[in-house]
C-alpha cells in the first residue's frame, strides 16, 4: 500500500509523503488482526487480542504524532517571528552605528579646528606677548623723554597734563603692576595735548620780572610751544621768552613793547587784522 501511494503522489513534499505513509502503516497494523480468523491467533488457534485497544493504540500514536507536528510548527513559527525581530534589531543597530560613526567623525573635525583655533590662538598670544615686551622695553626711553618735553612748555600746558605726567613711573620705580598698554596711554594722552598746545596761540595774564628785582602782571602771548612773548599793562616793558631745560627763559625788549599792544588789540578783535612783526630766536 506504500508504494501505491509513493507512486501516485511522486510530487508530494518528504514531510507529508512520511506522515502519509505512517498513517498508512498504522491504519495497516490495526486492520491486519481483524482480516484473520475471528476470536483465533494465527498458528495456535488461540483467541485474537481485542481489536479495539489494537485501534486505540493506534489512536494513540496519531495523537502523538498530530501533538508533535503541532509543536513543531508551533516552534517554527516561533522561530520565525525570532528571527524578523533579530533582523529588525540588526537594522537598527546598523543605522545606530552609521549614526554613531557620523557624529564620530563631525566629533573628531571639531576636535581638529579646536585645536587648529588653539595653536592660532597660542602663537597670537606669543605674538602679543613679544609686542608687548618690546614696548615694555622701550617705555622707560619715551617717558624720560615726555617727561624732559612738560619741563619746557608754558604753565598752562603743565596744568592739562599734570594728572597724565603724575601716572608716569618714576625712575627706579616697581613698574610690575603697570601694563604696557597704560604706560604708552599716558605718554600718547600727553602727546597729544602738547600737540593741539603746539598749534594754538595763547593769551594769559603771569607774573614776570621786568627788571632788576621788580615783578610785574604782564600778558603772556605763547605761540604754540617754541615762542613767547610778554607785555605789560601800561604797554611800555615787553620782551620774549624760549623754552628752557627747566623751564621758559624771558628777555625784556622794550622795543616790542607797543608792537604787543597791536597784537593784543587784534587778537581782541578791537581793530581789523593786520601783519605785526615781532623778532623770534630758533634754537
Not at 60 to 65: H, I, M, P, T, Y
Not at 241 to 267: C, Q, Y
Amino acid at each position: 500500500m506504500s508504494h501505491n501511494t509513493r507512486k501516485a503522489h511522486p510530487t508530494l513534499p518528504v514531510r507529508l509523503r512520511s506522515s502519509l505513509l505512517l498513517t498508512f502503516y498504522l491504519l495497516a497494523a490495526a486492520a491486519s488482526p481483524a482480516q484473520q480468523a475471528p476470536g483465533v491467533i494465527p498458528g495456535n488457534g488461540k483467541p485474537s487480542e481485542d481489536a479495539g485497544a489494537v485501534m486505540d493504540q493506534t489512536r494513540s500514536l496519531l495523537q502523538k504524532w498530530a501533538e508533535t507536528q503541532r509543536l513543531v510548527s508551533s516552534e517554527r513559527s516561533e522561530w520565525e517571528q525570532g528571527k524578523a525581530m533579530l533582523q529588525g534589531r540588526i537594522q537598527l543597530l546598523k543605522l545606530s552605528i552609521e549614526e554613531t560613526e557620523k557624529k564620530t567623525k563631525e566629533a573628531q573635525e571639531k576636535l581638529a579646528d579646536a585645536k587648529k583655533r588653539a595653536a592660532e590662538a597660542e602663537a597670537e598670544k606669543a605674538q602679543v606677548k613679544e609686542a608687548s615686551d618690546a614696548l615694555l622695553k622701550a617705555a622707560p626711553e619715551l617717558e624720560k623723554g615726555v617727561r624732559e618735553i612738560c619741563a619746557r612748555v608754558p604753565g598752562v600746558v603743565q596744568e592739562k597734563v599734570k594728572v597724565l605726567l603724575e601716572r608716569i613711573p618714576k625712575d627706579g620705580a616697581e613698574v610690575k603692576n603697570i601694563t604696557a598698554a597704560e604706560r604708552f596711554q599716558n605718554v600718547l594722552g600727553i602727546l597729544n595735548e602738547l600737540n593741539k598746545a603746539n598749534n594754538e596761540i595763547a593769551s594769559l595774564p603771569e607774573i614776570h620780572e621786568v627788571a632788576a628785582g621788580k615783578k610785574a602782571e604782564v600778558k603772556a602771548i605763547y605761540l604754540g610751544l617754541a615762542q613767547g612773548y610778554f607785555v605789560n599793562a601800561a604797554g611800555d616793558i615787553g620782551g620774549t621768552g624760549t623754552p628752557g631745560a627747566t623751564g621758559w627763559n624771558w628777555r625784556t625788549d622794550s622795543s616790542i613793547a607797543k608792537k604787543m599792544i597791536e597784537v593784543l588789540d587784534v587778537m581782541k578783535k578791537t581793530v581789523a587784522p593786520k601783519l605785526v612783526e615781532l623778532p623770534a630766536t630758533i634754537e
